[in-house]
């Protein structure tokens, strides 16, 4: 029905009105009542607006106001999900860094002397024990020379010996020299009491002079003979201290020959090479027959059961390096092998790197090798803290959430959220309510990530099905679930 249709109708009807109660009648116009026909054109255009109408109205009843009616009046059917308490672990404030390992010892074994190759008693892998031979270098000419020179050595032992035995003799000689000298004291010291005595009597005219010259020639005698055997004794401790210069003169050059002797028995030591320590034969250039020189390198030799880790710890970390900080040695499953302390730090920077060195001392498991590139986990400290799974972290907007499980009267929700496009429920007080929570997270530590701030331990957080909640979403426990 149009508008215009209507407007008429009314004028129409108005019309009737006022000519029913005799009034103003002259002032409307003379209408002609409406043909049958006109009525059917205008009442169907009615009906199938009231159908519409009625429809939709039918419609929203059904759909919205009956819905919510029923809502309102209905309790919450909660969704079930698994409900934990969050774990107070360890938890280590660490970091990981791109390390290279290093033997302890490791060494090229080179000759000391020249020769010619006669010998190789290893094979590269082999396993050895310190003070094992390895290689021997052919050593004829110096056992040739060390024997001279042991002949050299027991010559001059018998010189020595001979030069000995000359001074025992010259001693025996002046020993008796000093006898004859002390008889000829005695002779001069006799005929001097022997002169002054005839002296004594001369002068008292008892002696002639003739026997006074006797006695004074006598004298002269005795000490003419103690001379001489002053002179003989002097003369044999000279013969004695030449003697002994010859001894000692022997006696160095028995020295040096065995000095020489001793070199050469340690040259002859260097014409085999042994293991300086026990450790793995890693590659042999050498082969039997080569002649080789104090710069040949004849096989290398390494020690694998201490491995010494090389770190390089970035400039913003250096300042909490120390000595005793516990390293572990990671997989690539991120599992730890070895773990050992720190026993060096650099006292200067690299300056390409911008780093500090430090090293740290493992035994290998078996699994390493030198100049190996392994991942090292540095502990700076060990604290309490508090993990939850990973699965039960959601995260909205760039911040991280979790859903705590609490009373509705708790969780500072004013009513349950809609569920499935729905009105919101009646709330319950007393009905276990996910209240979404910020949190900020810390380390991953395996399948859990530690929260540091924003649930405490005796917090309750849903673990699973989160995908399913809102804030302020009915829940129940899984196990509490009808079967």
């Not at 791109?98 to 590269?124: C, E, F, H, K, M």
């Not at 401790?237 to 020959?257: D, P």
């Not at 300086?276 to 710069?295: C, H, L, R």
Request: net charge neutral; proline share 6%.
């Amino acid at each position: 029905m149009s508008g215009e249709d209507t407007k008429h109708s009314s004028t129409v009807e108005s019309t009737v009105e006022t000519d029913s109660l005799g009034s103003q009648v002259a002032d409307i116009p003379e209408t002609k009542p409406p043909s049958p026909k006109s009525r059917r054109r205008f009442l169907i255009p009615a009906i199938i607006v009231l159908a519409v109408l009625g429809g939709v109205g039918w419609i929203v009843f059904n759909r919205i106001i009956f819905p919510i009616l029923m809502f309102s009046q209905m309790k919450p059917q909660p969704t079930f999900v698994e409900i934990s308490s969050p774990q107070t672990a360890a938890i280590e404030d660490s970091s990981d860094y791109a390390a290279n390992l290093d033997s302890r010892q490791s060494v090229t074994l080179q000759p000391r002397v020249d020769g010619q190759i006669s010998a190789i008693y290893v094979t590269a892998g082999d396993r050895v024990q310190q003070g094992q031979r390895l290689l021997q270098i052919d050593a004829s000419e110096q056992r040739a020379q060390v024997a001279s020179r042991t002949a050299a050595a027991e010559t001059s032992a018998a010189e020595v010996e001979a030069a000995r035995a000359d001074v025992a003799s010259a001693s025996d000689t002046l020993r008796s020299l000093q006898a004859r000298r002390a008889s000829a004291q005695a002779n001069v010291q006799l005929n001097q009491r022997e002169y002054e005595r005839y002296l004594d009597l001369y002068n008292q005219g008892a002696e002639s002079r003739q026997l006074l010259d006797q006695r004074l020639n006598a004298l002269q005698t005795a000490q003419a003979a103690l001379r001489q055997a002053e002179a003989d004794i002097q003369a044999q401790r000279a013969t004695i201290n030449r003697l002994q210069a010859t001894v000692s003169r022997n006696q160095r050059a028995l020295e040096q020959a065995q000095a020489n002797i001793t070199e050469g028995q340690a040259q002859l030591q260097f014409y085999t090479i042994s293991a300086p320590f026990t450790g793995i034969i890693g590659n042999i250039p050498a082969k039997v027959g080569d002649f080789v020189n104090t710069s040949s390198q004849l096989m290398t030799l390494t020690q694998n059961e201490q491995l010494e880790i090389q770190i390089a710890i970035p400039l913003e970390r250096a300042a909490d390096l120390r000595t005793g900080l516990p390293v572990k040695l990671l997989d690539a499953n991120n599992k730890v092998l070895q773990t050992g302390r720190i026993s060096f730090i650099a006292p200067n920077v690299d300056p390409s790197t911008q780093s500090v060195q430090a090293k740290a001392v493992f035994p290998n498991p078996g699994s390493f090798r030198t100049s190996q590139f392994v991942r090292a986990r540095v502990v700076w400290d060990v604290g309490r803290g508090v993990l939850v799974p990973t699965t039960a972290i959601s995260r909205l907007g760039g911040r991280d959430f979790l859903f705590i499980a609490v009373p509705f009267k708790d969780s500072g929700c004013k009513e349950f959220a809609a569920g499935q496009g729905g009105p919101p429920m009646k709330p319950e007080p007393n009905q276990l309510t996910a209240a979404q929570k910020p949190i900020k997270l810390g380390k991953i530590v395996g399948n859990n990530q530690e929260v540091l701030e924003g649930v405490s331990a005796s917090d309750r957080i849903v673990t699973s099905g989160i995908l399913q909640l809102q804030n302020c979403t009915p829940i129940a426990e899984a196990s509490a679930a009808p079967k």
